[in-house]
């Protein structure tokens, strides 16, 4: 199934997006990628989602990339007498580690580490950041906050501490045997929650052992600290921007967005963005104007991709959310100012033979005006490089390993292909002549530009770069 848009679209799924033939209209609306909440599925189930998709995979003979999210840490309070009390601004609140139910004047916070890293003057959001306190006294088993802006607490809800750098792991027991089980069944990426440092993801690494991608959720302040560090060891980034909305100011998380966005193209690792894209179609047939600029602006920046949450999971018009981001995407990159605008972002090769390739051949591209270009990868690395230089044709990724084609769905403009590794050079020019045709890329006459490694199917070896006609030369007048 051809895109006609280089964007690529997350779409998560849930009660109401769980079967085969709604997973299908998904796909057919424009879903490249479907995501599975970890938070709120059980192994069961995520096996019947699994198997839906790689249904619908076949059905269609196109790679579907899987995206597991884990749920990470979850810190919330413990019970509230009568279930809710009100904080009054300016009083103060203590927190402890004893089991009684809270009041408004002290109330039982469960987590042992908290009380390890928080100091004097760090800020406690409660509620998602509807309450905000200061921490006045910071001890070993209390912890003396003043409300700076009050209002109902009721039980169990979430704790959020963005001045504190907790001593926890990004991995919680229930997120391993998430992870293990999920990673066992065949998945191509893994979203990480709850990354408060570099480390987190060397950690996950470990774990993974390359059979997934690994893709860092930017959520927490620590994080945006350490954002170079994260996205070298990443994979891949998402920009989440519902949490790190409660952990930041909200006004500081578009510059972020636009931040996280840049240094991760610079990087060449696949960036999405996430969280209350189109909100409104949870319940409405349309968005909302703001919702399609939010979306359009996503387009601009140059993602790789934008992500459907509550709006495809649990929404009246899941279909709908995901055809609406598809037209959008088409029409940004319709618009005459796109490719100067997401080209404003210099991308400088490294030193490397292939990144060098890779730059070679989008200039080439856009020097010859060639109709698509063909990159024969195995491990996919090529295909991301020519897609960092975000070219104006399709990057047609040609690949004979399963695993590199559903990874690749992710990849800004990347077109994958499961095909045979060419027996020789002649074959690496017919093939991939062949298969832009098919793919409706490329017509007869018209010319393509194709990177491959010599000897073939030898792994980061991409070190060929080859212009072909697809099918017969056409005929030019002599010169008289």
Known sequence: ?????????????????????????????????????????????????????????????RPIGILVDLQGPKLRISEMSDGCAFLKQGSTVVFDKKKEPGTAKRVCLPHDKIFKGIKKGHKILLDDGKLVLKTSKAAKDEIHAKVIVGGELCSRKGVSLPDTLLPISALTDKDRADLDFTVKADVDWIALSFVQRAKDISDAKKLIDGRAAVMSKIEKPSAVDELDEVIELSDGIMVARGDLGVELPVQQV?????????????????????????????????????????????????????????????????????????????????????????????????????DAIAAAAHNIADTLNLAAIICYTASGSTGLRVARERPTQVVLALTPITATSRRLTLVWGVHCVLTDNPTDLDDVVQKASRIAEQQGYAKQGERIIITAGVPLGLTGATNMVRIAYVGKRPKTNPII
């Open 254 to 354: 578009p510059g972020l967005q636009k931040k996280i966005t840049r240094k991760a193209r610079l990087a060449g690792k696949p960036v999405v963005i996430a969280t209350q894209m189109l909100e409104s179609m949870i319940s409405a047939p349309i968005p909302t104007r703001a919702e399609v600029s939010d979306v359009a602006t996503a387009v601009f920046d140059g993602a790789d991709a934008v992500m459907l949450s509550a709006e495809s999971a649990v929404g009246k018009y899941p279909a709908e959310a995901v055809g609406i981001m598809n037209k959008i995407a088409i029409e940004v990159e319709k618009d005459k100012g796109y490719e100067a605008i997401i080209r404003a972002i210099p991308t400088k090769p490294e030193r490397t033979g292939a």
């Open 1 to 61: 199934m051809k895109r006609e848009r280089r964007l690529k679209i997350v779409a998560t799924l849930g009660p109401g997006t769980s079967d085969v033939k709604t997973i299908q209209r998904l796909f057919k609306a424009g879903a490249d990628v479907f995501r599975i909440n970890m938070s709120h599925t059980s192994h069961e189930d995520f096996m019947a989602l699994h198997q839906a998709i790689r249904t619908v995979e076949n059905n269609n003979a």
